[in-house]
């Protein structure tokens, strides 16, 4: 038997039933929150995300594993909030979410001093709560794996070889990061199955996907909702081809949806959620609603398909 520590403490992984595997319950810069707090409606934000989740039980979702690491606002007692507030699972992880950037406090700290960090927010508690971390986060983009992506990486790596928690990567298949992020973590030790390449479900080209696929790590189709980097239809297209091939055991599908985020003004977010180029029926639920009933009239998801996917492969992943 294997556990997964959530925000309400350890359960059994064989209980998580039906998860999404990459959900943000909020997203906001800390820094930018910690200095004017007075920009942010906590309630507000708290309300969002019960909402949605809500939503998702509706669908039958028992677990939302929430990556939300530092530098997107990481905080486990607003998880465990929205948690309690409607008895669902949430799986919070450790990590730092960086395209480059490092605080000169990690700047000059190394990799195993980094991964200290991490270890201790698996093994002894987050944010000075006694709540376990499960997984460990971090993020390569646009400027690829630079010299602080990569130190990141290792850390997550070793981190994950101390500990036996999991490792989910950030990618961006534009600039193909993912093969390089796989290679870091494989050096270092890391089994495959504990490694998710998130951000994969971005390409079109499904011959990148299954040369990910052929290193044995999990890949993340997570961001329905999003044709700003790939629409829906295109995203089917490689996920159908990718279960046809076989691949179901290592693909897990989500939608990185942020319940609130502070990225952008309000009004520009209300022009990009009109504008169906950018985002189209981005939620908790799309995937329930039109994808997983588009991938069964295709005939590559079945019951037992989608068990394996929204059940069994968390399970797996996150399990230790
Ligand atoms: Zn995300």
């Known amino acids: 038997m294997s556990t997964v520590e959530t925000v309400n403490g350890p359960i059994d992984a064989a209980e998580m039933g039906v998860t999404l595997i990459h959900e943000h319950l909020r997203f906001r810069d800390e820094a930018v929150a910690e200095n004017w707090p ?137 600039v193909q990061t993912g093969p390089r992020q796989v290679e870091i973590f494989l050096e270092e030790g890391v089994a495959p199955e504990k490694i998710q390449i998130a951000h994969c479900g971005d390409s079109p080209d499904v011959e990148y996907v299954q040369g990910i696929l052929d290193k044995g790590v999990y890949v993340g189709l997570d961001r329905y909702g999003l044709p700003m980097f790939l629409p829906t239809d295109q995203r089917n297209a490689v996920t159908a081809e990718l279960l046809r091939r076989g691949h179901a055991e290592r693909v897990v599908i989500s939608q990185d949806y942020c319940a609130s985020i502070d990225w952008f003004p309000p009004e520009v977010q209300d022009v990009l959620r009109g504008n169906t180029d950018m985002i189209d029926g981005w939620s908790f639920t799309l995937v329930f609603e039109q994808v997983v009933p588009w991938l069964r009239e295709q005939g590559v998801m079945d019951d037992d398909t989608f068990n394996t996917v929204f059940v069994e492969n968390p399970a797996r992943w996150l399990g230790r």
Do not use: W
């Open 38 to 174: 007075g920009r942010y409606d906590e309630q507000a934000e708290l309300d969002a995300a019960v909402e949605e989740i809500r939503s998702a039980q509706g669908h039958g979702v028992k677990t939302i594993v929430d990556p939300t690491a530092m530098f997107g606002g990481r905080d486990v007692r607003f998880l465990k909030k929205c948690a309690d507030e409607t008895g669902i699972n949430v799986v919070a992880c450790t990590g730092i979410y960086t395209y480059d950037y490092l605080p000169h406090y990690f700047e000059n700290r190394d990799e195993d001093a980094i991964a200290a960090h991490f270890v201790d927010d698996i093994e002894k508690g987050t944010q000075g709560t006694d709540i376990k971390s499960a997984f460990i986060k971090c993020a390569a983009d646009a400027a690829g794996v630079t010299e602080h992506v990569e130190k990141v990486h290792r850390a997550c790596a070793r981190a994950s070889v101390q500990t036996g928690a999991p490792i989910m990567a950030h990618s961006m298949p534009a």
